[in-house]
């Protein structure tokens, strides 16, 4: 499947039609659960809507820790069938989007004190192999402390006794969320960003049948009439609730992980680690991933403002503290930390539960006025959740339902039937695309994020080159003007932070670049100077914000 025509060029005519079609489903909220559910709908045929109050996946779904699990943590709480479906979920993730959902080794180091002891390790990945439907390639390695070391010399060795090989699969939860919309509108699904819920629209029964909604780049409002709402708000999904005059029993508790990015060199660690933390016993990730190392998460309840989470400095003090005790060498100070990000875990509240006992699992709840509401879960299982919903809605619509079909769906992007052909398509492109001078690793970290697409992008260069005669600043902006076109790009961040995840992961180039980016931005869809002005500055808030623990105040 090519990339569909997806820009804010068009959201004239899309308003129009959100304003005068009648929908059978109506889903608020674009993170992963919205996504999913709009991808599952229309494919089984249901005329469906979405909106996002800011942009794709601005919510938790964009500040995860970016792995899609087999379901290990729940084998430590002898839940053995979610063992079971969310290994098998992995699999069927996994198949959908190969470029995007990667299988990535983890070493869990044994150590004295710690929550985890040789044999049990063993034992608990063994029955995790089974359960979860592991590949035999991908099955539990155990090593004993001087292997572990050798393979890990960073690590504390004063109290290793072992460690245990096993395996995660790691993602970029943004792009899975904008993939699964992009796949959806190829099945007629209307998704529109910026574009947020307000009051509820009821019929004489009192039944939900649409609601008034904002337009937040214009101002202006509409009706948006639906057979069906959903309410996919994730931590916002109590404020619509309430709105619906039906918040009542369960509710949401909100607990707030963080992320540090520190430069690949200040901690070079060979493997991706999930280690003990000695002090409490939660366990913490260290992940390598293009050039930078991520670590998370922090756990803490939070009832501040959902909108701006912030990584705090005891935040990063924690997270610190914990690495360098069990990474004794690598002392990181915060002055070391060139990002963060703070996300908000949508979980359902349990009477005197602390924040990492509270179930993982999502709940649907539906009120008297026929609002479907659905919480909690994770990334991961994204897919069973939607179809859930899914199921109910054609119940509550009294539709015949062909049944849900998205575990033989690829995602757009998707042209890859064996893992080796990813590496093959990057060879090629490279080899293709010389004339356009496009770096290896810049053609092959387009090929894990845009998988097949990443051919339109280079001829987006191609394009470019009679006028961009600078080659790294014609790959920004050809991955830029693919994101205006296919990717409803509509802000400076939405590239940035989302799309292309430079914001996390590259941040200096991102202060590099972003003068020539709202420049072409600014020309593809004629912005006023007004709004480039205040994009410029939205941006350079987000900026500040990664690195706000460390009390700076200047961009330059
Ligand atoms: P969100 O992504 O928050 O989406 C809700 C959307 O609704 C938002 O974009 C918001 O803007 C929009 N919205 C709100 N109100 C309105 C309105 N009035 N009108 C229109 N739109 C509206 N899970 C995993 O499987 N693996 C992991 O590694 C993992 N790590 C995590 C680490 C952290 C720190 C956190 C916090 C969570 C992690 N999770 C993980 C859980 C996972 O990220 C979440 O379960 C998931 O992203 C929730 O998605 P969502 O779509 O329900 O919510």
Redesign the pocket.
């Known amino acids: 499947m090519g990339a569909p025509e997806f820009s804010r060029s068009k959201r004239k005519s899309q308003l129009e039609r959100l304003g005068s079609i009648e929908y059978e489903l109506l889903i ?7 996504a999913g559910i709009a991808l599952d709908a229309s494919s089984r045929g249901l005329k469906t809507a979405l ?4 942009d ?6 964009s ?7 087999g379901g290990l943590r729940y084998l430590k709480q002898l839940e053995l069938g979610l063992v079971y479906e969310v290994g098998r979920e992995r699999a069927i993730v996994h198949r959908n989007a190969p470029h995007l959902v990667l299988p990535e080794r983890m070493l869990l180091p044994i150590v004295e004190g710690g929550t985890l002891q040789r044999f049990g390790t063993s034992l608990a990945l063994m029955v995790y192999d089974l359960l979860a439907g592991v590949r035999k390639e991908e099955r539990r390695v155990m090593l004993d402390s001087k292997k572990t070391a050798e393979l890990e010399p960073l690590l504390r060795t004063d109290i290793l006794k072992g460690g245990g090989l096993y395996y995660e699969y790691r993602t970029d ?1 943004a792009r899975l969320v904008i993939e699964n919309i992009k796949t959806a509108i190829g099945y007629g699904a209307e998704c529109l960003n910026y ?3 307000g009051e509820f629209i009821y019929n004489e029964e009192g039944k939900v049948r649409g609601l008034h909604a904002v337009d937040e780049l214009s101002g202006e409002t509409l009706e948006i009439k639906a057979k069906q709402v959903v309410n ?5 999904v109590d ?2 609730r309430k709105k619906d005059n039906s918040l009542q029993g369960k509710r949401l508790q909100l607990t707030k ?3 540090l990015v520190v430069p690949y060199e200040k901690m070079p660690i060979a493997e991706a680690l999930y280690f003990d933390r000695l002090e409490d016993g939660r366990m913490i990730f260290a992940i390598p991933r293009d050039g930078i190392t991520y670590l ?2 922090t756990d803490t309840v939070y009832a501040d403002s959902i909108e701006s989470p912030e990584c705090l400095a005891e935040d990063v003090e924690y997270l610190l503290d914990t690495v360098n005790s069990m990474f004794p060498s690598v002392g990181l100070t915060p002055d070391d930390v060139e990002s963060s990000w703070a ?4 979980l359902i509240h349990e009477d005197g539960k602390s924040p990492s006992e509270l179930s993982r699992k999502d709940e649907l709840f539906e009120s008297e006025s026929g609002l479907i509401s659905i919480a909690g ?5 994204y897919r069973m959740m939607s179809k859930r919903v899914t199921d109910q809605v054609f119940k509550a619509l009294d539709k015949s339902d062909p049944g849900c079909k998205t575990a033989d769906i690829p995602l757009c992007g998707t042209a890859f039937k064996q893992q080796r052909e990813i590496a093959e398509l990057v060879e090629r492109i490279f080899g293709e695309s010389r004339q356009v001078e496009i770096p290896f690793d810049k053609i092959r970290s387009w090929v894990y994020r845009y998988g097949s697409l990443t051919e339109e992008i280079v001829a987006y260069a191609y394009q470019l080159q009679p006028t961009v005669k600078d080659a790294r600043k014609r790959a920004i902006l050809a991955e830029l003007a693919f994101g205006i076109r296919h990717e409803q790009v509509c802000r400076l961040s939405d590239f940035f932070v989302r799309r292309s995840g430079m914001l996390y992961f590259q941040h200096p180039e991102v202060i590099h670049w972003k003068q020539d980016a709202i420049e072409f931005m600014a020309a593809e869809l004629s912005l006023t100077e007004a709004e480039c002005n205040e994009q410029m500055e939205q941006l350079e808030a987000e900026l500040l914000s990664a690195i706000a623990f460390r009390g700076e105040r200047v961009i330059n």
């Open positions: 608020i909220g674009g993170g992963i659960t919205g909106i996002e109050k800011t794709y996946a601005y919510g938790t779904s500040r995860s820790t970016k792995l899609i699990h939860d574009c947020s819920a996919a708000a994730g931590p916002w404020l619509l992980g963080v992320h998370g998460t996300g908000l875990r949508p879960g994770k990334l991961t299982g």
